[in-house]
């Protein structure tokens, strides 16, 4: 709880709410915005050091809620977020609120192995690939140049996979670049080449 120090009426404020809104956090807190001049926001990976990440200079009208987005969380490896607010009175004192903390869940990144037999190859290669995740492969033979000259999409499950693609017999003979991307992202990207 926030309050106000030193006088009569204590003013108190309510303990900080913490929401997810996609790659941001909503932290925000009531506050009887006639007692104060301004609100700073601040932020510590540790629970410990915290330091002023933005200011909050009122709250919207006919209402005591006041508001912060944070957006830098990208920036930031951390699990967990600890928030506090600092509260600047019309008279130039000051008081913090409890800290609040919220815990990120992780993403968890798939993790996946490519290898390519034969290589150098004719007109069919194997491709292998284990994975941690099921999802969508796309395999895209290119010159260096980054042209396209064939592709071969396929669904993967966990574990163990192998797709061939054929029909390489048409390239001519040279160095390649195998791209293996699953769900939209790049995975593997290895030169090959053909007898």
């Known amino acids: 709880m926030l309050s106000a120090q030193g006088r009569?009426?204590?003013?108190?404020?309510?303990?900080?709410?913490?929401?997810?809104?996609?790659?941001?956090?909503?932290?925000?807190?009531?506050?009887?915005?006639?007692?104060?001049?301004?609100?700073?926001?601040?932020?510590?990976?540790?629970?410990?050091n915290f330091s002023t990440i933005g200011l909050v200079l009122d709250a919207p009208?006919?209402?005591?809620?006041?508001?912060?987005?944070?957006?830098?969380?990208?920036?930031?490896?951390?699990?967990t977020?600890?928030?506090r607010i600092k509260a600047i009175n019309k008279d130039g004192s000051m008081v913090y609120s409890s800290s609040s903390s919220y815990t990120l869940e992780k993403e968890t990144v798939a993790d996946y192995t490519v290898s390519v037999s034969p290589n150098p190859f004719n007109n069919t290669a194997a491709f292998k690939i284990a994975g941690s995740k099921p999802g969508f492969a796309e395999i895209r033979i290119q010159n260096l140049a980054g042209e396209t000259l064939l592709s071969k999409q396929s669904t993967i499950s966990k574990g163990s996979n192998t797709i061939l693609v054929d029909g390489m017999k048409k390239l001519n003979s040279g160095i390649y670049m195998a791209v293996v991307t699953i769900n939209g992202i790049v995975v593997d990207n290895q030169r090959v080449v053909k007898d």
């Open 61 to 79: 009208e006919n209402t005591n809620t006041c508001m912060f987005k944070d957006k830098k969380l990208n920036k930031t490896n951390a699990v």
């Open 8 to 48: 009569s009426n204590t003013i108190l404020f309510n303990e900080l709410s913490i929401v997810n809104s996609g790659h941001n956090l909503i932290i925000s807190w009531q506050a009887d915005k006639t007692a104060f001049d301004h609100f700073e926001v601040e932020r510590s990976l540790d629970g410990k």
């Open 81 to 83: 977020i600890w928030y």
